[in-house]
């Protein structure tokens, strides 16, 4: 996640009224001058790409007109006329690394950083501004039709993204990957610039009231990232604005597409970096502009100077000329951030506090001192800078420097007796000498105290409230017994609580812990209320697309603990991808039936297991070390490397060869001495063992905790709540690369729970400087990310896969068989599906359980047809719906012109009878208006038959489409054997007895169709016994289930056989078993082999084969067979002049 200062692009876009963009990247040399700081009082300042206009004007002041569109906007058609090389690699031919690295430098040349690489899309950091990102540009992928060509861009893969997240209901991630200064943070922070405004409607409609709190999620998203940046990032010798942290946010949206809220995830702060940097870098932003971009009274109140020089934390370091930073603008950006994410006027300044805390205590010097007994001590040099420090946190100078020059530790217990009293265990080597016991007083030297101890009485106040919250801490209830046992004399104790001095390095060294403790929990403090500010405030059931900007690898002169951490992560993010791109692309293949041909790469999996492993990894053997202690840690922790991992091949130390070097060789000189080298994916690294265990370790010592938890600053006290004295427990916290190691490992199962979307940058030279291009870093590059290899597997493979399932209900309205729903299997279907559609079918191909789409314009036609298929199913429900209104109108006011018309026909006849017709004959008005309400109760109950008759016909039919309906999803099984049919209404009895029987004719002709020849030869065979011997033959039932062989006894295999057949012309054997033949004259069963053939039948004899009798077929005229369970069978043939029976008994 190091920028580069530059993303993939850099030129300032204006999205909308309230936004603009700016490209990522600071120009080459001198771009960013005075004149492009802007009036505070009609613009606020703008960086990274976010600038919110002054609520007191609603024009822009103009002032920053240098910085956002000096580069000259590009139309959206021009794109297509710059078009330089092959911007998608799939059609670059020859596909190898040379003619990919050659086409990358060709578009390069021509400032088209973006090529597409299947399913990847490669920016190269072009470390100027660009006419990209123009407000043309924008709309013009936001709005662009779904089979439109438009070339490779960051807009053009984040729209991909956000349109799956919100037509297909699938939560995305982008993942942003490269060396540092690669241009990552950058491109991470364009993709959230869009996705956040893509969703909103045309500008106009963002002024509209009920899209303020959208607005207001919106700025504070964006706000968010050039605060942590502030706090996060820092000048390397590889990247002007390198992230020395991980950052991966989640970004929840509506069912309209619109931000409501996100949640920021961060990862290891390079703390170290407050107290140490190499020369040439830099110390974290915030700590320059803080001093260059703060006024008078702010500084004032923070005790602070404008002079870098005259603080040690930045002196060092200070670079001579830092064109790509402007600190004096980037600290009214801070600022902004911190008023648009809600953070209150008294927030800023305590943060500011505790920011310039750390610069002063670095400042803080000791001179060594001598105690009584020699040992070393140390005293504060200067002591303004000190109570500044307590003025800033609110704290007790004396506390302070008791807690930065002395140690509280707990001794080992005291024995009654002197004389079996072992001598004291020697101070611990990170404290000095021992200057106090809170236990026995005078009665400690008995114990064998040294000389150096002084009386408990002789503490200072401060120094005994100390012992006794850190005892309180410690859960420790031996400083009752032991004070108690001081008032009496007695020398029995179960332990001591000592305070040793420090010595002036290790006072020093207590100092830069808690200077890093400090700014590191401040930082995690700013994500958690960074948070706070971006929640989604309404519960429900969102989607969420991530966006992971991580660090980038780094190799350096002299790499640590904090170099070894951040290429870890590394290693698990290439592994993912590689496995996202590589290997479940080709496993998937493989497993679904597809013809396919592997493709070789780089498995980086052995190296993250070398580091991972449990019990047996690195990060194991340090957190064991870690628990041990001791002096010689780090030593230690090189040497049993070197037993527990020497034999791998990717691991190397000096006293253990690399796996592949002669065993004879004595050591290997090419590493140097305690270091180690590991093999990574992106190359050999060799990290220095110095400080490993310390930086895992990570603790701060207890006295510390105590003096940050009663200062009166009001952070500190969330900052530091270990320092608590009510806490009651004190659990271990897990080492820092533990920590890293489960972090991580919940990213990676964060991010294979998401679509992914890749984004592979790549730096163009080591100078951060434009227009230059190194064929040989871009080509190692090229190489460890396997892009070549990435665009070898989708070239081959195909752009899209898919389940049947959720393709058929994605796409089935698009065919009239499976609109508005298929009952059938789901590939069935997908396939009746696509033989509705106007595409050719070498564009798909059928797996096992998916359905693979060859290309990407496949894909976006199948979208097109689905879009136009809506609106047409949208139209139709909107005249439904329509016609539905009208019509219900229509009914009211017919119903409403009845009753007034016959109301006032009533008036009307009324005054017409009364005057005219029935004037002076009440008689016959009576009967006029008795006829009447008869004729009206006539027409009433002829309109209530009508009705009866209209309900009971579409009753009728309810029932039938309800029988219909019902037996289409409860039929029957498909066998020809079930007898099982659904039941069926008195008045649907004829029709459900048709349907039955065309139900059974319809499953037979199936069964039938299922059939090979040799099944349909068997069923003939079956057909024509059923016909013969059904209800006719009492055994018939027991043979139906076993099929008709024939040939029983394998005559046919016969060698003596075959040469009588051919003399009788007996080839063709119908039948051959052994049976036994009745004999006419004894009516004894002989057994005798039975031969029918299709000339003749034959009896020979079972073992010789000798013909005994061969009656040719023709004179066979009738067969008997008993009706019982005797299997006997009975066969008449014609004699010259007689006729012959022949009576068997077929066993």
Request: glycine residues 6%; proline residues 5%.
């Amino acid at each position: 996640m190091s920028s580069g200062g530059v993303p993939s692009a850099a030129a300032t876009v204006r999205l909308s009224s309230p936004l603009q963009i700016r490209a990522p990247g600071p120009p080459s040399s001198g771009a960013i001058k005075k004149a492009d700081v802007r009036r505070a009082d009609c613009c606020d300042y703008v960086k990274h790409g976010v600038c919110v206009r002054s609520q007191s004007s609603s024009q822009c002041c103009g002032q920053h007109g240098s910085r956002g569109h000096s580069a000259r906007r590009a139309p959206p058609l021009a794109i297509h006329e710059q078009e330089v090389g092959v911007a998608d690699t799939l059609q670059l031919e020859p596909l190898t690394e040379e003619a990919f690295v050659a086409n990358l430098q060709q578009r390069f040349k021509r400032d088209l950083i973006y090529t597409s690489a299947g399913d990847v899309l490669v920016s190269v950091n072009p470390y100027k501004k660009l006419a990209l990102y123009s407000l043309d540009v924008v709309e013009a992928y936001r709005n662009r039709p779904i089979l439109s060509h438009l070339p490779p861009h960051i807009f053009a893969l984040a729209d991909k993204a956000h349109w799956n997240l919100r037509e297909r209901n699938e939560e995305q991630c982008v993942v942003v990957s490269g060396e540092s200064g690669s241009g990552k943070t950058e491109a991470a922070r364009i993709v959230l610039q869009y996705v956040t405004v893509a969703g909103s409607g045309p500008s106009g409609a963002q002024q509209d009231p009920a899209l303020a709190p959208i607005k207001l999620i919106r700025d504070r998203l964006l706000q968010a990232g050039p605060l942590l940046e502030a706090f996060g990032n820092a000048k390397t010798h590889k990247n002007d604005n390198s992230s020395r942290f991980g950052k991966y946010l989640d970004v929840e949206f509506d069912f309209k597409g619109d931000p409501v809220g996100g949640t920021f995830t961060s990862y290891l702060l390079e703390k170290s970096r407050v107290t140490r940097q190499l020369a040439g870098e830099r110390n974290f932003h915030i700590f320059y502009q803080l001093l260059t971009g703060a006024d008078i009274q702010l500084l004032k109140s923070l005790k602070l100077h404008r002079n870098i020089d005259n603080y040690a934390f930045l002196r060092p370091s200070r670079p001579l000329s830092m064109e790509t930073i402007d600190d004096k603008r980037d600290f009214q950006v801070t600022k902004k951030a911190l008023e648009t994410l809600g953070f209150s006027a008294e927030d800023v300044v305590q943060i500011f506090k505790v920011v310039a805390s750390v610069l002063k205590l670095g400042n803080i010097g000791f001179t060594p001192t001598s105690n009584i007994d020699g040992t070393e001590g140390c005293t504060v040099t200067n002591d303004y800078e000190l109570f500044e420090v307590c003025g800033l946190l609110g704290t007790n100078p004396m506390e302070l420097t008791s807690a930065l020059t002395q140690r509280t530790i707990l001794a080992g217990p005291v024995l009654d007796s002197p004389s079996t009293n072992p001598a004291p265990p020697p101070p611990p080597p990170s404290c000095g000498s021992l200057r106090g016991v809170k236990s026995g007083g005078c009665s400690s030297s008995a114990a064998g105290t040294p000389p150096s101890f002084v009386p408990s009485s002789s503490m200072s106040s401060t120094a005994s409230r100390d012992v006794y919250e850190v005892c309180e801490m410690l859960q420790h209830s031996t400083l009752a017994r032991l004070t108690l046992a001081d008032e009496r004399g007695s020398t029995s104790t179960a332990g001591e609580l000592v305070v040793a001095d420090l010595s002036a390095s290790e006072a020093t060294a207590s100092r830069d812990i808690l200077c890093r403790a400090l700014y590191s929990r401040l930082f995690a403090w700013l994500v958690k209320q960074v948070n706070d500010a971006t929640r989604v405030r309404k519960y429900g059931k969102r989607k969420v697309l991530g966006i992971l900007d991580i660090y980038g690898f780094e190799v350096f002169e002299q790499n640590g603990f904090e170099q070894f951490i951040i290429n870890f992560c590394n290693e698990k993010l290439q592994q993912a991808v590689a496995d996202c791109t590589l290997r479940q692309r080709q496993e998937e293949m493989l497993r679904e039936g597809i013809e396919w041909t592997p493709v070789d790469f780089f498995n980086n999996t052995p190296v993250c297991e070398l580091i991972e492993k449990n019990n047996h990894g690195i990060l194991a053997v340090l957190d064991e070390e870690s628990q041990r202690g001791g002096p010689g840690g780090d030593e230690s922790f090189l040497a049993r490397l070197c037993h527990t991992c020497g034999s791998s091949a990717y691991f190397e130390t000096r006293n253990c060869a690399p796996h592949s070097a002669p065993s004879d060789l004595p050591c290997n000189t090419s590493v140097p001495p305690n270091c180690f080298r590991l093999r990574h994916y992106a190359g050999t690294v060799t990290y220095g063992v110095t400080g490993f265990v310390d930086k895992n370790n990570d603790t701060l010592p207890l006295d510390l905790s105590l003096a940050m938890f009663r200062c009166e600053h009001p952070l500190l006290k969330n900052l530091f709540p270990e320092g608590n004295p009510k806490r009651t427990t004190l659990k271990r916290a897990a080492s820092a690369g533990t920590q890293f190691k489960i972090s991580v490992g919940a990213l990676m199962g964060n991010l294979q729970s998401k679509t992914p979307h890749f984004v592979r940058c790549i730096k163009p030279n080591e100078l951060k400087q434009p227009r230059i291009f190194e064929n040989a870093l871009v080509q190692h590059q090229v190489r460890y990310l396997c892009l070549v290899q990435t665009i070898k597997v989708r070239k081959s493979s195909f752009a899209h896969s898919e389940s049947y399932e959720s393709f058929l209900h994605r796409y089935k309205m698009l065919s009239p068989h499976t609109w508005p729903s298929w009952r059938g299997s789901a590939v069935e279907g997908a396939s009746y599906l696509l033989r509705d559609l106007p595409l050719s079918s070498p564009h798909f191909a059928f797996g096992r359980t998916r359905i693979f789409v060859r290309g990407e314009r496949t894909v976006a036609e199948l979208e097109e047809f689905r879009r136009q298929r809506l609106e047409d199913l949208a139209a139709l429900v909107q005249k439904m719906w329509r016609g539905y209104r009208c019509r219900q109108r229509y009914i009211l006011m017919r119903q409403s012109q009845i009753v007034i018309a016959s109301a006032w026909r009533s008036w009307r006849e009324w005054q017409i009878g009364k005057t005219r017709l029935f004037k002076g004959k009440k008689n016959l008005f009576c009967l006029y208006r008795v006829a009447r309400e008869e004729y009206r109760e006539l027409k009433r109950r002829k309109q209530i038959e009508w009705a009866v008759q209209v309900i009971q016909t579409h009753y009728l039919q309810w029932r039938r489409r309800q029988f219909l309906q019902r037996l289409c999803v409860s039929l029957p099984s498909e066998s020809p054997m079930c007898r099982e049919w659904p039941a069926a209404a008195k008045r649907l009895s004829d029709t459900s007895l048709l349907l039955r029987r065309i139900h059974h004719k319809w499953r037979c002709h199936k069964y039938r169709l299922k059939f090979d020849q040799t099944a349909r030869n068997r069923m003939r065979e079956k057909v024509t016994a059923s016909i013969i011997f059904r209800d006719r033959k009492a055994s018939y039932p027991r043979s139906v289930s076993h099929p008709f062989l024939g040939d029983y006894v394998r005559l046919r295999q016969n060698v003596q056989w075959k040469k009588i057949c051919v003399e009788t012309n007996d080839q063709y054997v119908v039948f051959a078993d052994i049976i036994n033949k009745i004999t006419r004259s004894s009516g004894k069963f002989v057994p005798i082999l039975f031969v029918l053939s299709t000339s003749s039948m034959l009896i020979l004899d079972q073992r010789t084969l000798q013909i005994k009798y061969r009656v040719p077929a023709a004179d066979i005229y009738r067969l008997s067979l008993s009706p019982y369970l005797d299997d006997v069978a009975i066969f008449h043939i014609k004699a010259v002049s007689l006729s012959i029976e022949f009576i068997f008994f077929f066993l």
